[in-house]
């Protein structure tokens, strides 16, 4: 007797057989592919370490309680210069060091003003300090102008440096004659519970991708371009090229790299709370790029804890006023020191 045949499959059982055997071959590639970017990360990170720290491009270090301190210094120049104009402390915002100003800081030098730029711990090329404490950085700054006997300098704070030179006003007030913001209300940022992003830092691909944007001209300097301003052409050509590669290279250094990475599960950033801001008893003043509606903070909540003091507001310039309109913010700097009240 002739056993009866089997039927064949349905095709719906057909369709679930094929698609079960493409979802494992899928896994089974992409298993595979993780593995292989996950070694090839980790190689590729192990072969491109780079230093702990790089010899600076220009400017010199001082000593200042044990930290080097790296600073550049424009001497004061041009005819109109009287010898009594006040000097100019800049400090550089997140991700910054000095050469964010070297577009500016000779304009204004030609002012008649020295112009002092300083690198804050965990940007620049300023070896050690505190990254993670605004009074620390602060206490920085003020030994720094002491050190370099700068006599009651105007300080001016770009971004996150508007915080610290807040901070350096409101604390050591003896020190400092006049405190600008220039695109930062030295609020807090609330980036909220941190823990997914410290665990995103310590992945070898992220560290793969830091290294890749601050080497890759191309990449960083699309992204400076894109925070500059309507009239910005700072980054443009073979000149925009080469800032961009030297605003970049104090980013590539080990002990930045490992500082801003390492920052990613914090909650905030560096900021004054607000009765501080409101406490800051120097002559204040206010820079901002017109078109600076976000990176810079909040405008009006400058205005409003500063005092509503008097500002400038610079056409054309995004959240980098300084090198998008580089001799409007040289113009607007000395506009607003000669109209304050010098202590």
């Known amino acids: 007797m002739t056993p009866p045949s089997t039927p064949p499959p349905s095709r ?30 980790v190689v590729g990170n192990a072969v491109t370490t780079p ?31 009287s010898g009594d104009a006040a000097p100019v402390v800049l400090l550089p915002g997140f991700a910054e060091s000095t050469v964010a100003f070297r577009a500016a800081a000779p304009l204004i030098a030609a002012q008649g003003r020295d112009v002092y730029a300083f690198d804050l711990p965990g940007f620049g090329y300023t070896r050690g ?16 102008i002491r050190t370099l006997g700068i006599d009651h300098p105007v300080v001016v704070g ?35 519970d941190g823990t997914w992003r410290a665990r995103i830092a310590r992945l070898p691909y992220t560290t793969s991708v830091y290294r890749i944007f601050t080497r890759s001209t191309w990449l960083n300097r699309a992204a400076l371009a894109g925070s500059c301003g309507s009239a910005c052409t700072a980054f443009d050509g073979d000149d925009g090229a080469r800032l961009a590669r030297q605003w970049m290279r104090p980013l590539t250094q080990g002990d930045v790299e490992h500082s801003l990475l390492g920052s990613a599960g914090h909650s905030g950033i560096l900021h004054l709370e607000e009765d501080q801001t409101r406490a800051i008893t120097v002559p204040r003043a206010i820079i901002w790029g017109a078109e600076d509606t976000r990176s810079g903070g909040s405008l009006q909540d400058t205005r409003d804890r500063l005092g509503h003091p008097q500002e400038r507001i610079v056409d054309g310039a995004a959240h980098d006023v300084m090198n998008a309109q580089p001799g409007a913010f040289a113009d607007a700097l000395g506009a607003l020191t000669d109209g304050m009240d010098r202590r």
């Open 51 to 81: 230093p702990d720290t790089l010899e600076p491009d220009a400017g010199a270090f001082t000593d200042v309680g044990g930290l080097a301190v790296h600073y550049e210094h424009w001497a004061a120049s041009g005819k109109h210069s």
């Open 129 to 144: 300090g505190d990254t993670e404490d605004v009074r620390s950085q602060a206490d920085l700054v003020a030994g720094t």
């Open 12 to 41: 719906g059982r057909r369709f679930l057989r094929r698609t079960g055997r493409l979802l494992r071959r899928a896994v089974l590639v992409g298993v595979v592919g993780l593995v292989l970017l996950t070694l090839l990360s």
């Open 158 to 192: 770009h971004s996150l440096g508007a915080a610290v030179a807040g901070g350096t006003a409101l604390w050591h007030p003896e020190d400092v004659g006049d405190v600008v913001f220039a695109d930062g209300d030295a609020q807090d940022l609330d980036f909220g």
